[in-house]
């Protein structure tokens, strides 16, 4: 086992930058359509599994990109058309799945994240937007104008994906807790003496999480009470997936389990001689996982737990950044740059380098894979038979501001749609009007340039040089930070 993961060492880091003023900077229902993904992994049990939507398998390129977002973006969650994310200086979006247009931008009173691995995955459930906190809130927005709708103060900061089922809001800070989707009002807490940091899965009304300790429970979802427990012998760093058979979940050490969901007994378990820090993606047949300080990624058959086939990551790049993702026989993996892999046989499919990492777990919707990046950008990857149809869209988009009397005009001249920012920042909402320049959208022509589309790891050539990316990504931060530190001047 590794002594110091990359989680807790780019947490370390990033604290001493920020301590230096440079800043690095869910599920609800199943997968009801083929056009959502709700929240971190799609579904209640983080599946990571769209199985009905078709995926771009050639010919692959950004529909469109969102450039100059205000720090890291997290993951997205896709619902009705729409595409939700947050940035870790402490904003959250709304854009139209279509056409990269807004829909609204509301301005939080603190900030999401440190790192892109700690910003959650906004979860989107009952017209609703929640988003935790790094410094210990967790908020409920409307999900058509970005308006609040209730915020509470945490114990700790919320870091992990939050889930929604049933009514109740479930989430992380120091302990695993319950509160009315409506209200935010406690409904129960589940406290330990050690800490929950992996996030969890709700599924048929039981809570699955993993503890630092490396205790697996299954809780009650009305009143918190203890279902049963299993001892992993390390600490579970990430959220579990939950099938109606099974519970799969990886730990620090590098094993990674299958537990029968009724009383938590180990179905199989593995040791992948990695530390797994993301979660896994079940398939029908299969589960894919990949982890940290080894190069091979693994599909194991979801009854046996044998190895199917393991795909070999970049010597260069040796980590899967993020939780994979899988609908239409292709397998997501985020490892620098985004790539497609063929769940039956492991081959490559293609890739995707955008200048700079991947980091962000992708969302898997029809006709699109939406993915955010180190350098503050959000982009969906199609191409022309599978891009995202317009026609569901609304010809006007408008915002509201709900701190300033009047309506201000936005930087975006280019757009057809009147648009004013919403705001719950009551003492800055006017500050956020007109500091910096306002997230741009953008699109590029169906061309295989800067894509691997026969797997070959030369032809990635300068867009996936890990020092390049890396040199880019720093600068492209401390740029930000500098620009926003002089209020956009």
Same mark, same amino acid.
């Given at each position: 086992?590794?002594?110091l993961?990359?989680?807790?060492?780019?947490?370390?880091?990033g604290?001493?930058?920020?301590?230096?003023?440079v800043?690095?900077?869910?599920?609800?229902?199943?997968?009801?359509?083929?056009?959502?993904?709700?929240?971190?992994?799609?579904?209640?049990?983080?599946?990571?599994?769209n199985?009905?939507?078709?995926?771009p398998?050639?010919?692959?390129?950004?529909?469109?990109?969102?450039?100059?977002l205000?720090?890291f973006?997290?993951?997205?969650?896709?619902?009705d058309?729409?595409?939700?994310?947050?940035?870790?200086?402490?904003?959250?979006?709304?854009?139209?799945?279509?056409?990269?247009?807004?829909?609204?931008?509301?301005?939080?009173?603190?900030p999401?994240?440190?790192?892109?691995?700690?910003?959650?995955?906004?979860?989107?459930?009952?017209?609703?937007?929640?988003v935790?906190?790094?410094?210990?809130?967790?908020?409920?927005?409307?999900?058509?104008?970005?308006?609040?709708?209730?915020?509470?103060?945490?114990?700790?900061?919320?870091?992990?994906?939050?889930?929604a089922?049933?009514?109740?809001?479930?989430?992380?800070?120091?302990?695993?807790?319950?509160?009315?989707?409506?209200?935010?009002?406690?409904?129960w807490?589940?406290?330990?003496? #050690?800490? #929950?940091?992996?996030?969890?899965?709700?599924?048929?009304?039981?809570?699955?999480?993993?503890?630092?300790?490396?205790?697996?429970?299954?809780?009650?979802?009305?009143?918190?009470s203890?279902?049963?427990?299993?001892?992993?012998?390390?600490?579970?760093?990430a959220?579990?997936?939950?099938?109606?058979?099974?519970?799969?979940?990886?730990?620090?050490?590098?094993? #990674?389990?299958?537990?029968?969901?009724?009383d938590?007994?180990?179905?199989?378990?593995?040791?992948?001689?990695?530390d797994?820090?993301?979660?896994?993606?079940?398939?029908?047949?299969?589960? #894919?996982?990949?982890?940290?300080?080894?190069?091979?990624?693994?599909?194991?058959?979801?009854?046996?737990?044998?190895?199917?086939w393991?795909?070999n990551?970049?010597?260069?790049?040796?980590?899967?950044?993020a939780?994979?993702?899988?609908?239409?026989?292709?397998?997501?993996?985020?490892?620098?740059?985004?790539?497609?892999?063929?769940?039956?046989?492991?081959?490559?499919?293609w890739?995707?380098?955008?200048?700079?990492?991947?980091?962000?777990?992708?969302?898997?919707?029809?006709g699109?894979?939406?993915?955010?990046?180190?350098?503050?950008?959000?982009?969906?990857?199609?191409?022309?038979?599978?891009?995202?149809?317009?026609?569901?869209?609304?010809?006007?988009?408008?915002?509201?501001?709900?701190?300033a009397?009047?309506?201000?005009?936005?930087?975006?001249?280019?757009?057809?749609?009147?648009?004013?920012?919403?705001?719950?920042?009551?003492s800055n909402?006017?500050?956020?009007?007109?500091?910096?320049?306002?997230?741009?959208?953008?699109?590029?022509?169906?061309?295989?340039?800067?894509?691997?589309t026969?797997?070959?790891?030369?032809?990635?050539?300068?867009?996936?040089?890990?020092?390049?990316?890396?040199?880019?990504?720093f600068?492209?931060?401390?740029a930000?930070v500098?620009?926003?530190?002089?209020?956009?001047q």
């Amino acid at each position: 086992m590794i002594g110091l993961s990359r989680r807790t060492a780019l947490k370390t880091s990033g604290a001493l930058l920020f301590a230096s003023g440079v800043y690095p900077t869910v599920a609800t229902a199943d997968n009801d359509s083929i056009a959502n993904w709700h929240s971190f992994g799609g579904d209640l049990g983080n599946t990571a599994h769209n199985p009905n939507a078709r995926v771009p398998k050639e010919n692959v390129s950004s529909h469109w990109r969102v450039d100059g977002l205000p720090g890291f973006p997290s993951g997205p969650a896709v619902v009705d058309n729409v595409v939700y994310f947050t940035s870790a200086q402490g904003e959250a979006f709304a854009i139209s799945l279509a056409t990269g247009d807004r829909r609204w931008r509301t301005s939080l009173d603190e900030p999401i994240g440190d790192i892109a691995d700690d910003i959650p995955t906004p979860c989107v459930a009952g017209g609703s937007v929640y988003v935790g906190s790094k410094n210990g809130k967790l908020y409920s927005l409307d999900a058509v104008t970005g308006n609040e709708n209730w915020s509470i103060s945490t114990s700790s900061g919320v870091t992990s994906p939050v889930a929604a089922s049933d009514g109740q809001v479930y989430f992380i800070d120091d302990g695993v807790n319950a509160v009315e989707a409506d209200s935010g009002e406690e409904k129960w807490r589940f406290d330990e003496e #050690f800490f #929950f940091e992996s996030g969890l899965g709700v599924t048929d009304g039981t809570v699955y999480v993993g503890s630092s300790e490396g205790t697996m429970y299954a809780l009650s979802g009305s009143d918190g009470s203890v279902v049963w427990t299993t001892d992993l012998g390390s600490a579970v760093m990430a959220p579990p997936a939950v099938t109606d058979e099974a519970v799969y979940v990886g730990t620090e050490n590098g094993d #990674f389990f299958s537990l029968s969901r009724s009383d938590g007994a180990p179905n199989w378990t593995t040791e992948l001689d990695q530390d797994i820090i993301t979660s896994p993606a079940v398939s029908s047949s299969r589960v #894919f996982i990949g982890g940290e300080g080894q190069s091979d990624f693994y599909a194991f058959d979801k009854s046996s737990g044998s190895v199917e086939w393991t795909a070999n990551i970049s010597e260069d790049e040796e980590s899967v950044r993020a939780s994979p993702a899988v609908a239409d026989g292709v397998v997501f993996i985020t490892q620098g740059d985004l790539r497609a892999i063929d769940a039956e046989t492991g081959q490559d499919l293609w890739r995707y380098p955008r200048g700079d990492f991947i980091s962000s777990s992708p969302a898997v919707v029809d006709g699109a894979v939406v993915v955010g990046n180190w350098d503050h950008s959000v982009y969906a990857l199609s191409n022309g038979e599978l891009a995202p149809s317009a026609s569901t869209e609304t010809a006007n988009e408008t915002e509201t501001e709900t701190e300033a009397s009047e309506q201000t005009e936005t930087s975006e001249q280019t757009e057809t749609s009147e648009e004013t920012t919403t705001s719950t920042n009551q003492s800055n909402g006017d500050a956020e009007q007109t500091s910096g320049q306002e997230p741009q959208s953008t699109s590029e022509d169906t061309v295989n340039r800067g894509f691997l589309t026969n797997g070959e790891e030369g032809q990635l050539g300068a867009l996936s040089d890990p020092y390049v990316l890396t040199v880019t990504g720093f600068a492209l931060s401390v740029a930000g930070v500098l620009h926003s530190m002089l209020g956009g001047q």
